[in-house]
């Protein structure tokens, strides 16, 4: 079942403890586990926690090449949803700042602004949909107070996916954010409780 957990704490209080603890529970290897983190310094990067979460997912290292790192997300997308690589790929990378070719350049060409940013955001969700059915995903966002506001609006986004799939969203923030932890919060008490 899914769901969306905020863990809220100032600093130094063990939030990131106890995602240690629960990394290390046995529990943890019957779920794909993925990591984001915001930067302090993260507020003009654009999605930077929900490209962490998806070069997690591809593991898709810091050290890999551009050619490398195409080639994993590659991969990863056709290993999930193999029938829909031509249409989720082109906006997946795009949002992560990928260099297109041929058919997937093609694909997106002439798509801009909101337009571009909402194409993405339904793949991004189609993409996590089907990797929920193979496997139980658990997302966590470390620091989610430092996140942009693109990355907020999709998060709230891809909250509403844990009312039919099998994801679990943690989010970790420290109190007092108003644009970040406290509008997520907001955010699933008027939109997600039962």
Same mark, same amino acid.
């Given at each position: 079942?899914?769901?969306?957990?905020?863990?809220?704490?100032?600093?130094?209080?063990?939030?990131?403890?106890?995602?240690?603890?629960?990394?290390?529970?046995?529990?943890?290897?019957?779920?794909?586990?993925?990591?984001?983190?915001?930067?302090?310094?993260?507020?003009?990067?654009?999605?930077?926690?929900?490209?962490?979460?998806?070069?997690?997912?591809?593991?898709?290292?810091?050290?890999?090449?551009? %050619?490398?790192?195409?080639?994993? @997300?590659?991969?990863? =997308?056709? !290993?999930?949803?193999? &029938?829909?690589?031509? *249409?989720?790929?082109?906006?997946?990378?795009?949002?992560?700042?990928?260099?297109?070719?041929?058919?997937?350049?093609?694909?997106?060409?002439?798509?801009?602004?909101?337009?571009?940013?909402?194409?993405?955001?339904?793949?991004?969700?189609?993409?996590?949909?089907?990797?929920?059915?193979?496997?139980?995903?658990?997302?966590?966002?470390?620091?989610?107070?430092?996140?942009?506001?693109?990355?907020?609006?999709?998060?709230?986004?891809?909250?509403?996916? %844990?009312?039919?799939?099998?994801? @679990?969203?943690?989010? =970790?923030? !420290?109190?007092?954010? &108003?644009?970040?932890? *406290?509008?997520?919060?907001?955010?699933?008490?008027?939109?997600?409780?039962?």
């Amino acid at each position: 079942k899914g769901s969306v957990i905020n863990i809220v704490g100032k600093a130094g209080i063990g939030k990131s403890r106890l995602m240690a603890e629960i990394r290390q529970k046995e529990l943890v290897k019957k779920v794909a586990f993925f990591e984001g983190r915001a930067l302090s310094n993260g507020k003009g990067f654009s999605f930077h926690p929900i490209i962490r979460i998806i070069k997690s997912w591809a593991r898709i290292k810091e050290e890999d090449s551009p %050619t490398d790192s195409i080639t994993k @997300l590659q991969r990863a =997308i056709r !290993r999930i949803y193999a &029938e829909a690589f031509d *249409e989720i790929f082109p906006f997946i990378a795009t949002m992560m700042g990928y260099r297109l070719e041929g058919k997937a350049k093609e694909r997106i060409k002439d798509i801009e602004g909101e337009a571009l940013e909402n194409l993405i955001l339904k793949n991004l969700r189609d993409l996590l949909g089907r990797a929920a059915s193979i496997r139980p995903l658990v997302i966590v966002i470390e620091d989610a107070h430092w996140c942009d506001i693109s990355s907020v609006i999709f998060l709230e986004s891809l909250f509403k996916l %844990t009312r039919e799939n099998r994801i @679990l969203f943690v989010n =970790i923030f !420290r109190p007092g954010y &108003e644009r970040t932890g *406290e509008r997520m919060n907001k955010f699933l008490h008027e939109n997600l409780q039962e």
